[in-house]
């Protein structure tokens, strides 16, 4: 009996952990013509604008490497409420996840924390004659949005990102 449960044990996590493996093999399969996507690897990269611009898509590549912005309210996950993991579009970093996000009406998907605090990276952005907080990518450095100081509790931060440069996996895939 105790044999039982323990093949029983280690069957389920074998499951687990080829789920896990399958997963990222799909979200490599699909960028495919990009060596640098892991939704696993944590490792900075330092690769050059002239090579993101070889491998992203171009509404990627100007959001991502250029510091642009989608229209508000036009990005596919800015109504999302699906429960799930957001990830860079550019290399595969977790960022955020579904529980964090609410629902904001500046047209943006906005969430009130990262998924781990060394998920993102900040710098000072003075552009557009406004003074604002930029929200990177720790891993590949690439734009998502900016962070403002009137989100809800527990954190009251909104870190407004453009749906460009996420991608969603939801929980039930797993």
Request: glycine share 4%; proline share 5%.
């Amino acid at each position: 009996m105790k044999r039982t449960k323990e093949i029983i044990v280690f069957l389920l996590i074998l499951s687990f952990a080829c789920s896990c493996n399958a997963q990222n093999k799909q979200a490599i399969a699909e960028h495919k013509n990009n060596p640098y996507y892991s939704r696993t690897d944590t490792n900075t990269l330092n690769i050059s604008d002239a090579e993101w611009e070889k491998i992203l898509p171009k509404d990627v590549y100007e959001i991502a490497r250029n510091k642009g912005t989608e229209y508000a309210f036009s990005g596919k996950y800015w109504k999302a409420d699906t429960k799930g993991t957001y990830y860079c579009a550019v290399c595969g970093n977790p960022l955020f996840r579904s529980d964090a996000k609410f629902a904001s009406t500046c047209g943006w998907p906005s969430f009130f924390e990262s998924l781990r605090p060394n998920s993102v990276i900040y710098a000072a952005d003075n552009s557009h004659g406004m003074e604002r907080t930029e929200v990177m990518c720790s891993r590949c450095k690439s734009h998502l949005g900016h962070i403002f100081d009137d989100g809800p509790p527990p954190t009251n931060k909104r870190f407004c990102m453009n749906s460009a440069v996420l991608e969603f996996e939801p929980d039930d895939k797993k």
